[in-house]
């Protein structure tokens, strides 16, 4: 079983970075992949970014990619989004989540392989 709270989120102004952090709990975290998912209003859930249990392979949304860096530090039971150069259309709920599965080290974006999920935090970004 593992426990997340997402954290960081908040009002920026397009250009701006901000720097989400995902704390967990639980004795398998440091086993599982977890990733980043967000939501807008009126729209679908998309991945965001992915981590590997071990921290040596990510994956990004084509959305994101160059301006987002996900990491993590297992000694602290940590997941961090790094978010830079944001935009008014990266307005949205982000989710942590983690997979059920562990040791895997592939890097899958759906958000299927996610079994556990905090409650999210907010960004909005203004233009």
């Known amino acids: 079983q593992v426990q997340l709270v997402e954290s960081g989120g908040g009002l920026v102004q397009a250009g701006d970075s901000l720097r989400l952090s995902c704390a967990a709990s639980?004795?398998?975290?440091?086993?599982?992949?977890v990733g980043w998912f967000r939501q807008a209003p009126g729209k679908e859930r998309e991945s965001v970014a992915v981590?590997?249990?071990?921290?040596?392979?990510?994956n990004y949304a084509d959305s994101v990619k160059g301006r987002f860096t996900i990491s993590r530090d297992n000694a602290k039971n940590m997941v961090y989004l790094q978010m830079n150069s944001l935009k008014p259309e990266d307005t949205a709920v982000y989710y942590c989540?983690?997979?059920?599965?562990?040791?895997?080290?592939?890097?899958?974006?759906?958000?299927?392989?996610?079994?556990?999920w905090g409650r999210g935090t907010q960004v909005t970004v203004s233009s």
């Open positions: 989540a983690a997979r059920g599965k562990r040791y895997y080290s592939d890097v899958p974006l759906s958000s299927n392989e996610y079994h556990y």
């Open positions: 981590i590997n249990y071990s921290g040596e392979r990510t």
């Open positions: 639980g004795r398998t975290f440091s086993s599982s992949g």
